[in-house]
């Protein structure tokens, strides 16, 4: 078993360099500053507006967004918080403080970088997810990059070469997709849940581990109980996982910034020297890493974009697959929740976490280095616990519970909704059940490669889906300035709302009340 784990950590080693070297990073960053460019900034010169009509339209009474009827479809705001269930998770916790503590205080101005041209690309991803979804045979709507890069991609310029590439790309973000649903939606989010459970409740108490093996029993009891919670919730599908996310999320994220504000008022004398910290080493490699310009590129900026990316997931094109079963008939509209999703998951959650983990005196901001022995699996939890005792780390731990099991509940649907491209719904049934399976595998894992594997799976779904997204840039454009002449200019102009005739008819019949 243990060749087994070496071998694929090797080979993974050297996939993941491949995918997250500079191309792959010009590749993602690149195509955010693209479409923030295309667009002319469209997330900060119609603020106020994607504002207005995203978050703010829940605390209006019989808001669309809000409530749905439609028992084949979820509400706009069920589908953020099903993405939010799936971005907001161990990415925000422990791969903040991991970040900082592999490439310093600077990465968190990077993972800032990132999401700020990652809002625009998760715009993008979004609107395309609805312009180009199609019911299934349940009558669900269905999207995700496949389909854009099938019927987009493999349709739009009309050339005969480009169909038969565009339909590989499909197959194989697909097969990317599957694989990342294991990784960044299983076995990660659940390795973390583990340790930190572990490390809250039971560091004077141990069942030992399973004879023959180095498998700790508490892990496997842990494991198993978050196996059977989670298998009644997602054979339940969409619309349980939705429901479930829209009462958690919103409930965790307000208890989170709570801890946050507390911690934050004890430590406001770090305020200054904390951002100070994280600006100049976005620009200047740590003490602690050593080098020039190549370790600042390799550790700071690598690191930051990468946890970013694992963060938001703006680029890997996965939210799409829940954003696009929304009652929504605007795609501009859903690209506008994707927007806020971004803003929400990273410089809000994310920053509270840097804030935490850099105000509470873990990392010496005047050389960037972490205190001897830190770990950046557990960093967060350890500075909840020195302001507010063991309380704290129980805290954290279960915020951590609940942050990453909705992600697993989340990533559930994403896989579900990439087999079901690939096999049919019958398939959906069986990918239901390894899933599920899985999480033993991720509460007894090995930490590390849970989470270097899911950085490569994230890499591999990102470059179809970036592929496509560019390519469609074109049409991104073109269905948001009929958006905006529309909305913002309140020019009379045809709207632009499905690639399909008759989809385009079903959504103008009741786009008043969208």
């Known amino acids: 078993m243990n060749q087994f784990i070496e071998t694929v950590a090797s080979v993974n080693d050297k996939v993941n360099t491949a995918v997250w070297g500079l191309p792959g990073l010009i590749l993602l960053i690149g195509t955010g500053i693209l479409l923030t460019c295309g667009t002319k900034f469209f997330h900060v010169a119609h603020w106020g507006h994607w504002w207005k009509n995203t978050i703010a339209t829940v605390f209006k009474k019989n808001s669309n967004a809000t409530a749905n009827t439609d028992k084949k479809s979820i509400s706009q705001f069920q589908a953020l918080c099903a993405a939010l269930a799936a971005t907001i998770g161990t990415g925000n916790i422990a791969g903040v403080s991991a970040a900082i503590v592999t490439g310093g205080p600077g990465a968190v101005f990077w993972m800032w970088v990132a999401a700020f041209f990652g809002m625009m690309t998760n715009f993008s991803e979004n609107l395309l997810g609805i312009y180009f979804r199609r019911k299934n045979a349940a009558g669900e709507w269905s999207g995700g990059p496949m389909y854009y890069l099938k019927d987009g991609l493999g349709k739009v310029y009309g050339k005969k070469w480009l169909s038969p590439v565009a339909g590989v790309l499909a197959v194989l973000f697909s097969c990317f997709a599957i694989l990342a649903s294991f990784g960044i939606g299983n076995m990660a989010q659940i390795n973390k849940i583990v340790l930190n459970m572990d490390a809250a409740f039971f560091t004077n108490f141990s069942l030992g581990t399973i004879p023959g093996t180095s498998i700790s029993i508490i892990h496997l ?294």
């Open 221 to 514: 009891i842990i494991g198993a109980f978050l196996l059977v919670i989670a298998a009644l919730i997602i054979i339940g599908g969409l619309r349980r996982i939705a429901k479930f996310a829209e009462i958690v999320v919103p409930f965790m994220a307000v208890i989170y910034v709570i801890g946050f504000l507390v911690i934050l008022v004890f430590n406001i004398q770090n305020i200054g020297p904390m951002f100070a910290a994280i600006f100049k080493f976005a620009f200047k490699p740590a003490a602690f890493l050593g080098g020039g310009i190549g370790v600042l590129i390799q550790k700071t900026m690598t690191q930051g974009f990468k946890r970013g990316v694992f963060s938001n997931e703006a680029g890997l094109g996965s939210s799409v697959m829940v954003h696009s079963s929304s009652n929504v008939k605007e795609p501009v509209k859903q690209g506008m929740w994707g927007l806020f999703e971004v803003f929400f998951d990273t410089f809000i959650v994310c920053t509270m976490t840097a804030i935490v983990v850099l105000s509470t005196g873990y990392i010496n901001l005047a050389t960037g280095e972490p205190m001897a022995g830190i770990n950046g699996d557990t960093l967060v939890s350890q500075a909840f616990g020195q302001q507010f005792g063991v309380i704290g780390t129980w805290f954290v731990a279960i915020a951590m519970l609940f942050f990453a099991f909705t992600t697993v509940l989340g990533w559930s649907q994403y896989g579900s909704k990439s087999v079901e491209y690939l096999f049919g719904a019958k398939g959906v049934k069986v990918y239901k059940f390894i899933f599920v399976a899985m999480i033993l595998s991720g509460a007894v894992m090995e930490g590390g490669l849970a989470w270097d594997l899911s950085d490569t799976f994230n890499g591999l779904m990102m470059i179809p889906n970036l592929i496509a997204v560019v390519a469609l840039l074109p049409l991104v454009l073109k269905v948001t300035r009929n958006y905006v002449d529309r909305k913002i200019r309140g020019l009379d102009v045809a709207p632009i709302l499905s690639y399909d005739a008759d989809i385009q008819a079903e959504m103008e019949k009741d786009l008043d009340n969208d």
